[in-house]
């Protein structure tokens, strides 16, 4: 009888401590198989505390994002309960941990190398996630432009941040020279306004991160193949990821190339 009852209070004690703390999370028990195409998970607001890491704990990141409600940027402590989120959403963690590997298993370097000329120029880029575009019908920002507007264009070189597939190749209205990567996660990685190509690059041709592309530029917003100076010189990055429901989902690059400016190449150009 002893027993029964220890038990029964263990049980009490359990689930009053769950209820707690779901309801001191607002975003734990809303935690589904489909929250990796939320507009939350799709900003990965990452701050500065993950762009610091050397490596992605993937625990850690996937635990923290759904305990701070998808937003680090005002995080500091690396306080983190994996097993409780587990205890009541093993599945649907384990799925939006999967996607935050799909993001970054692959990905190894910055895409503009560092010049070695310490007096050069170097570019700049902020988060400019979904802010308003117009060319073409209003929409919002789909990438991260990464800005070198004290060159010309042709200056700064454009490097594959992963290994990976061409997908796509050629001109794009919006985009205009592109190149279009698909990483061996499957993840589509997409740099628009090139001035130049490294070389004919085909569909189907592989590429090797850190592998020179092309050169950063200022073409696209024509029809007309070619056309540049419409905006200045910059690289548009973009990120995409094929989920259950949508064949194209993009995602805010700024934070993971944030992330990625410590494993920066270095050219002399």
């Known amino acids: 009888m002893m027993v029964i009852l220890f038990f029964i209070l263990i049980l009490s004690v359990f689930h009053v401590t769950m209820i707690d703390y779901l309801y001191n999370n607002p975003t734990f028990y809303q935690l589904d198989a489909y929250t990796w195409e939320s507009d939350d998970f799709r900003s990965l607001q990452l701050g500065e505390m993950v762009a610091d890491w050397s490596e992605i704990d993937y625990d850690a990141l ?60 170097d570019v700049k880029y902020e988060n400019g996630w979904m802010d308003t575009r117009t060319y073409g019908g209003e929409r919002g920002h789909e990438g991260c432009d990464i800005m070198g507007t004290e060159k010309p264009r042709g200056y700064y070189p454009v490097v594959s941040i992963s290994d990976g597939t061409v997908e796509k190749v050629g001109w794009l209205e919006k985009g205009g020279w592109r190149l279009g990567i698909r990483s061996p996660g499957g993840v589509y990685l997409y740099y628009a306004h090139l001035y130049g190509y490294s070389r004919q690059w085909e569909e189907g041709d592989s590429v090797k991160a850190g592998e020179l592309l092309g050169f950063m530029g200022d073409t696209g917003y024509s029809k007309v193949e070619g056309t540049t100076g419409n905006f200045d010189v910059h690289l548009h990055m973009g990120i995409y990821l094929k989920t259950d429901n949508k064949e194209e989902m993009s995602v805010n690059p700024y934070w993971v190339l944030r992330y990625l400016e410590k494993y920066r190449l270095k050219y002399s150009y």
Do not use: C, G, W
Request: net charge negative; charged share 35%.
């Open 62 to 121: 996937t635990s923290l994002m759904v305990e701070n409600q998808y937003d680090l940027t005002k995080t500091t402590e690396e306080d983190y309960h994996t097993d409780r989120i587990m205890k009541v959403k093993p599945e649907e963690y384990r799925k939006l941990k999967q996607a935050y590997e799909m993001i970054f298993r692959d990905l190894k370097f910055f895409p503009v190398p560092l010049n070695s000329n310490p007096d050069a120029p």
